[in-house]
């Protein structure tokens, strides 16, 4: 096990302070210093000058290289990331290790092992220029099938950085390296104002606002925005309510001590205060016994591409059984109009109402998945509203004629930048 601490030339001395004689300092902060890694080392790490680490730092990390020689060993997690939730999730359930959700992966705070960190050089000369390079590791990583996890509590901070750690320790109050989780299938966290959850799919991730993903529940009385002072609260709560409702529902287990999840819960929100928000969330969540929904319709989707694939996978999540091609009660479609025989048929796009036929405007779809770049010149609505707009059309009776989608749940520069998080993430553009 060997390490660097990377420096700009001007602050070389802080490096060496931080290197303790034990790290190389190397003044290289591109992916290129990762060749400072020395031929007889089968792991690397590479530390910012204004990292802070825990007294137990290479003791865990060396015992979890032994334990998964084969991984990328995560020691960073910022606190309003997807892997930062991950890390939560994994103080709740008392685990150590915990599987990285999809997305960047730091590339100062992180251990390689060597061919992987060599490989991932050569990787960065032939597709650097567009993305970051923590997006670019997060890339490689998922092509090599490397595995990544990250450490609960982190074992690395940034001193000067305002996205400090989701949970770090300068002295870790618990002991042990066990991984804990092997999988996690649902990462709730709040970030950008909202809550949201990234939910893994057959093909990858998809990220959904938190009030969508808890649809597929049969959660009773859940509070409405009118319960809090503030937006933000609301959205605290809700993210410490479904981490308790994902923990249930996974049958994660639960951490015997709680004070890495104390830590890891008040580095939710951008406040401190917001720490009480967080905590009620997490014990009514905790205190749910979810339930998938089982709804009375059966679905067809007649939609090809993307939305298709999206409507099929969030009306199922919903509860609603799904096809593509059998007989069904409910029959959604985009282009020529299937043969009649379902009790209701809705068609997605137009204008005009149609015999026999609700038509839901969508006006122009984007999301997830969509080839190309939307057109802020057309009026776009996220296919998660779509989603919605079909779940209500079918759901009254009598279905309207013409469903016009008014009053869109995802805002347009929200919804965009979903868009981009999964070209980064789940992609290869």
């Known amino acids: ?59 865990r990390v060396q015992n979890a290289a032994k334990t998964m020689p084969d991984a990328a060993l995560v020691l960073f997690t910022a606190a309003n990331t997807r892997n930062g ?19 960047y992966v730091p590339t100062a705070g992180t251990v390689l092992p060597h061919e992987v960190a060599r490989g991932f050089v050569g990787y960065v000369r032939e597709h650097g220029g ?34 400090n750690s989701a949970c770090f320790f300068g002295e870790d109050p618990e002991a042990g390296d066990e991984p804990g989780l092997a999988e996690l299938s649902v990462v709730p966290f709040y ?58 529902f996974e049958g994660h287990g639960v951490s015997r001590s709680g004070l890495v999840l104390d830590r890891a819960l008040s580095t939710l929100g951008s406040s401190r205060r917001l720490h009480a928000f967080a905590w009620d969330g997490l014990r009514s969540g905790m205190g749910t016994a979810p339930k998938s929904s089982d709804r009375p319709l059966s679905v067809r989707v007649a939609v090809d591409g993307y939305l298709g694939e999206y409507l099929l996978f969030t009306l199922a999540g919903r509860g609603y059984p799904v096809t ?18 379902a009790k209701a ?19 122009t779809p ?16 996220h296919i ?24 869109p749940s995802v805002p347009v520069d929200f919804g965009l930048h979903m868009l981009w998080e999964w070209r980064a993430y789940e992609t290869d553009e």
């Open 1 to 59: 096990m060997t390490g660097a601490v990377v420096t700009h030339p001007n602050h070389t001395g802080r490096a060496r302070v931080l290197a303790g004689g034990t790290l190389d300092v190397v003044t290289d902060r591109t992916s290129a210093a990762w060749l400072s890694i020395p031929d007889g080392s089968t792991h690397h790490f590479l530390l910012p000058d204004n990292a802070v680490t825990s007294t137990t730092f290479f003791e």
């Open 345 to 363: 048929t809705i068609r997605l796009g137009g204008d005009e109402p149609l015999p026999g036929v609700s038509v839901i405007r969508t006006d």
């Open 366 to 381: 984007y999301g997830p998945g969509m080839p190309g770049e939307p057109s802020r010149a057309d009026r776009l609505v």
């Open 130 to 163: 567009h993305w970051p390079e923590s997006v670019l590791l997060h890339r490689f990583l998922k092509r090599e099938r490397v595995p990544a996890f990250l450490a609960v509590p982190n074992l690395v901070d940034y001193s000067l950085a305002e996205n």
């Open 85 to 103: 939730a991950a890390v939560r999730q994994g103080a709740l359930a008392g685990a150590r290790w915990v599987p990285a959700a999809s997305e």
């Open 324 to 341: 593509r091609d059998s007989p069904a009660d409910v029959v959604v479609y985009d282009g020529d109009q299937p043969a009649r025989g």
């Open 191 to 248: 970030a950008h104002g909202f809550a949201q959850c990234a939910v893994r799919m057959s093909d990858g991730w998809r990220t959904m606002l938190t009030d969508e993903y808890l649809r597929r529940f049969a959660i009773p009385d859940l509070p409405t925005a009118a319960d809090f002072d503030s937006a933000e609260e609301r959205a605290v709560w809700l993210t410490g309510f479904t981490m308790g409702v994902v923990n249930r």
């Open 384 to 407: 998660a509203d779509i989603a919605d707009a079909v779940e209500q059309v079918m759901l009254r009776d009598p279905p309207p004629a013409l469903y016009p989608i008014d009053r």
